[in-house]
């Protein structure tokens, strides 16, 4: 299906939900993104182990909260294509779920903070000109490639670790990393275009102070999550 195609499924999907119920997880996702670039801020001028661990422990709970979203919006899609019951608040944040969030959250961050290292390395050549500026720039773009190639391969991780959760499978992280990468084989180009397709919606979030997040974040939670279901219906 095509990024327009999808979109209308989310937007159906959306309107079976009651108001209140994606509105309140809305504003809940949007506040969680919010909160540790603010407490970054106010605290850009301070120093101190305390800030510090404050301001991780926000950044941990912020990244939780964001994946909470994405498997209740994803267990809604479900309930509304499928029946059964609606799903909890807080159905992503189970014992389970987290201890498998926190692994693949601290791969996913190494394989991100190891690309952006090569990405600094070469911007640093650039600047002392210990590399051909055409060789460096080329580098950059690539490496820049490669790691919005690579978030693009990890987008279905968290869906199916609750797939496993749910189901009760016992894979190790990296096989439902490997899921997620073979699910995402073919992909990429939509994923991306879809992903790019909101670009404009969060423009105007931005404009409005977050306050469209509360009902976007639903929206694009509930559109990738079809593709997601489309992803595994094509796969068998």
């Known amino acids: 299906m095509k990024a327009k195609e999808i979109r209308a499924l989310a937007r159906e999907n959306l309107k079976q939900i009651p108001k209140k119920i994606y509105m309140s ?4 996702l949007v506040v969680a993104n919010i909160i540790p670039s603010v407490v970054n801020q106010v605290t850009d001028s301070k120093s101190g182990v305390g800030v510090n661990i404050i301001f991780f422990l926000l950044e941990i709970a912020a990244v939780l909260l964001t ?6 919006f994803d267990r809604w899609r479900n309930k509304i ?12 944040l189970t014992g389970q779920h987290i201890a498998r969030l926190a692994v693949y959250g601290v791969i996913e961050a190494l394989i991100i903070v190891s690309v952006t290292l090569a990405i600094v ?9 210990q590399v051909p500026v055409a ?8 490496l820049v490639v490669l790691l919005v190639w690579i978030e693009l391969r990890l987008t279905y991780v968290v869906y199916v670790i609750d797939d496993d959760v749910r189901t ?13 990468w073979k699910l995402t084989k073919g992909r990429v180009w939509k994923l991306l275009c879809l992903k790019l397709s909101f670009l404009g919606w969060y ?4 404009f409005t102070l977050g306050i469209l997040g509360i009902w976007l974040m639903p929206y ?12 595994k219906e094509d796969k068998y």
Do not use: D, H
């Open 220 to 231: 694009y939670n509930l559109a990738i999550a079809e593709t997601y279901e489309q992803s």
């Open 168 to 180: 009760g499978q016992k894979r190790s992280v990296w096989a439902e990393i490997g899921a997620s």
């Open 135 to 142: 060789v460096s720039i080329i580098l950059l773009i690539l």
């Open 121 to 129: 390395a070469v911007i640093v050549g650039l600047v002392i000109s």
């Open 25 to 28: 997880m809305g504003l809940l």
């Open 67 to 72: 994946a909470n979203g994405y498997i209740f």
């Open 81 to 92: 294509q499928k029946g059964g019951e609606e799903p909890n608040a807080w159905c992503g």
């Open 203 to 206: 423009i105007l979030t931005a």
